[in-house]
């Protein structure tokens, strides 16, 4: 084989292996930051990961926000209207939070089962809702 030919083909060989690392870290790094959305339902059947990111949406229950102590810190429910789960939530919550609104929060289940988030998001008016709260609020009021 002429030298300037295994050349090419060692060249052409690391770009394919160059190409193929680059997107194992990609689709790894995609992986490590992807956060799914559960219901209270499927957090109640232990179906949410105990130990990784997720979404958990749904109403804020009515009469169900706690402030203990005189921190930042926050406690209450979610409901999809079959099950609830308690949230607790340290910091400033967004100035469309209220009971009996729809909300996603981002966090992890810690080992009493509480949802302890990071963030809280709120519907932005009276006529959205987060496609993902809406959609499992419809699919327990349908298997009723």
């Not at 995609?30 to 499927?42: K, R």
């Not at 910091?91 to 080992?111: M, T």
């Not at 509480?114 to 699919?139: C, G, I, T």
Request: no cysteine; hydrophobic share 45%.
């Amino acid at each position: 084989m002429k030298p300037v030919r295994r050349q090419r083909l060692i060249l052409i060989a690391l770009m394919v292996v160059g190409a193929g690392l680059a997107a194992a870290f990609a689709l790894k790094s995609f992986n490590e930051n992807l956060m799914y959305f559960f219901s209270t339902t499927d957090v109640s059947a232990g179906k949410a990961p105990q130990d990784a990111l997720f979404r958990l949406g749904g109403m804020v229950v009515k009469g169900s926000v706690e402030r203990p102590g005189d921190g930042l810190m926050v406690r209450f429910k979610l409901t999809d209207f079959s099950k609830e789960v308690t949230v607790e939530y340290t910091g400033i919550l967004p100035d469309l939070f209220r009971e009996g609104q729809g909300i996603v929060a981002n966090g992890k289940l810690d080992g009493r089962g509480v949802f302890v988030a990071e963030e809280v998001l709120a519907k932005h008016d009276e006529n959205y809702m987060p496609p993902e709260v809406k959609a499992s609020l419809k699919k327990q009021v349908e298997g009723k």
